[in-house]
């Protein structure tokens, strides 16, 4: 059967004041319980860590709810890290969890991990397009989750690097033949011919090409108009072919294979190993503030997510929506209460701490601020890692274009078969070609399946 995530484009990720919104509209009185000192003890599951936010997003939950303890576990959001999740879920040790990517939040809508909100949700007169943008992530038409969080996505440049190579201003706009250019320039060689430094690198997630035709139609890049995959559209298969001349044959990128293979991260390769100039990601601003692990001798310049024609319109500018939040729990546990209260301030006044770790709140009642202060402490402080400027003009820009998902038809396979067939094409097993055509085949069966 065809599941559909329910998600409006149009004002998804806006964040105005709260005095900017219409007059009459309430997304604030439902957020509070009548008795604020109820207690509880509940776990809320995260891949944060205190020092990213979270320690003064439970101390802000606290200066309210004095008498809810909130023990915060921080997970690794990968395969393992999601696993054992799940695990601790079903053994009834989470409670609160924020789930990172629509694939995450998905499986666990499916297997019944979370509870079902669509009551208390109608009942308290949550009106959820007026607060998150969206008539809410429903599936199977029942409430779940609340959307919590969002992804700018951009590219992290070493100025360092890109001075050296004499590239000059930082683009506003670049084509990807453009960032393939300059990823060639800042690309430096042993006196053997190896590479030294590479130039450029994808981030480490395999399904990263896909975005290049996500930025174009600004939705659903594993899916075509008619409802089969998208994999045999030509733009898909120049996006593949791209990163496997950069990686493979040029050798401008590091190559997704020793990422996947050695279980390395974007931050490791440009901030720490050095082995990469600039980086296509969502996150990197989070980890340069942490000068104990990541202590660099550069500043990062940031430059907008490269289109395929200058002039289009670019969907992967804005900022998309990620992370959902839910409560995993028995409903008649004596602690629900104390976990409800904290899903709903989290999934409000407190997402705004998710900027601290580089991600963007999606709550229309955030307070307009500055990113900087929130990472960095001030804008003063924060020159000493960024080129500010740029900061600004690209990351978490929430009135540009953003890119959303909202077709899910055996979305769980279709995304695992895309992980392992473009590892096949990174790993040079099979040509992109080849692998693609193979994976539109699988991909197309497990849609039609699922009608």
């Known amino acids: 059967m065809k599941k559909v995530l329910c998600l409006l484009l149009a004002a998804l990720m806006l964040l105005p004041t709260l005095a900017a919104f219409a007059e009459g509209e309430d997304i604030t009185s439902w957020i509070l319980e009548d008795d604020t000192s109820i207690s509880g003890e509940i776990s809320f599951w995260m891949p944060f860590k205190g020092s990213q936010g979270m320690d003064a997003l439970i101390a802000d939950f606290n200066s309210i709810y004095p008498n809810i303890k909130v023990n915060l576990n921080t997970y690794n959001n990968n395969s393992d890290g999601n696993l054992s999740v799940n695990t601790s879920i079903l053994a009834g040790e989470v409670d609160v969890l924020a789930s990172f990517g629509l694939s995450n939040a998905y499986k666990r809508w499916e297997a019944g991990l979370y509870v079902d909100l669509t009551d208390l949700v109608e009942e308290e007169g949550i009106d959820l397009v007026a607060n998150w943008g969206s008539d809410a992530f429903k599936y199977d038409d029942c409430i ?35 960032y393939f250019a300059a990823s060639k320039a800042m690309t430096e060689y042993n006196e053997d011919g190896t590479v030294k430094v590479y130039g450029g690198s994808s981030y480490h997630s395999q399904n990263y090409y896909t975005y290049v035709y996500g930025s174009l139609v600004g939705k659903n890049a594993y899916y075509d108009e008619d409802g089969t995959c998208s994999f045999d559209n030509p733009v898909i298969i120049k996006a593949l072919q791209d990163e496997y001349n950069a990686e493979i044959v040029d050798k401008i990128w590091f190559p997704k294979s020793i990422y996947r293979g050695d279980n390395l991260q974007s931050q490791q390769t440009f901030l720490v190993e050095r082995t990469c100039n600039s980086s296509l990601t969502p996150n990197m601003v989070r980890f340069l503030p942490d000068t104990a692990n990541y202590g660099v001798d550069f500043i990062t310049g940031f430059a907008p997510w490269p289109v395929i024609e200058k002039g289009q319109t670019n969907y992967m500018s804005g900022v998309s929506p990620f992370s959902h939040a839910g409560i995993c729990m028995d409903p008649d546990d004596e602690d629900f209460p104390a976990a409800w209260a904290f899903l709903k301030w989290y999934s409000t006044y407190g997402v705004k701490y998710l900027a601290a770790a580089g991600h963007q709140p999606n709550w229309k009642g955030t307070e307009a601020g500055s990113a900087l202060s929130l990472l960095f402490g001030s804008e003063e402080e924060a020159a000493k890692f960024v080129d500010v400027e740029s900061f600004k003009r690209v990351v978490g820009v929430s009135t540009n274009p953003s890119y959303y998902e909202d077709e899910l038809t055996a979305y769980s396979k279709v995304n695992s078969l895309m992980a392992e067939y473009t590892m096949y094409a990174l790993n040079d097993v099979m040509s992109p070609e080849e692998a693609l055509a193979e994976l539109t085949k699988l991909a197309d069966e497990a849609i039609a399946a699922e009608r």
């Open 144 to 178: 779940y989750t609340f959307p919590c969080g969002g992804l700018s996505y951009y590219v992290a440049i070493n100025m360092n690097a890109w001075n050296a190579a004499g590239l000059g201003e930082l683009p506003t706009e670049w084509t990807w033949d453009d």
